[in-house]
């Protein structure tokens, strides 16, 4: 049975338009179900449907031009 994904992305951001940028993209994704960006811990969580696989989230975050450091998907880390 497939429940919801939890995806966690270390992503460099410099200033509140950087957190901007990736809050939008979040908020313009479909199957996502709620989502965190902060700015001071330099990261980006999210809660996706199943429907939402983890290479459609990176591909729609490094479109935003901002550096992914790291990422883990259901608490294993993934590669960016």
Not at 11 to 27: F, N, P, Q, Y
Not at 54 to 61: D, G, I, M, S
Request: a negative charge; aromatic letters at 4%; charged letters at 25%.
């Amino acid at each position: 049975m497939e429940g919801e994904h939890n995806y966690k992305f270390n992503i460099t951001m410099t200033c509140g338009g950087c957190s901007g940028a990736i809050d939008r993209t979040l908020k313009k994704l479909e199957g996502v179900k709620s989502y965190n960006v902060s700015l001071e811990s330099q990261s980006a969580e999210l809660v996706a449907e199943p429907s939402l696989d983890y290479a459609t989230v990176l591909e729609k975050l490094k479109k935003t031009g901002k550096t992914i450091n790291s990422a883990e998907a259901d608490g294993v880390p993934q590669e960016v």
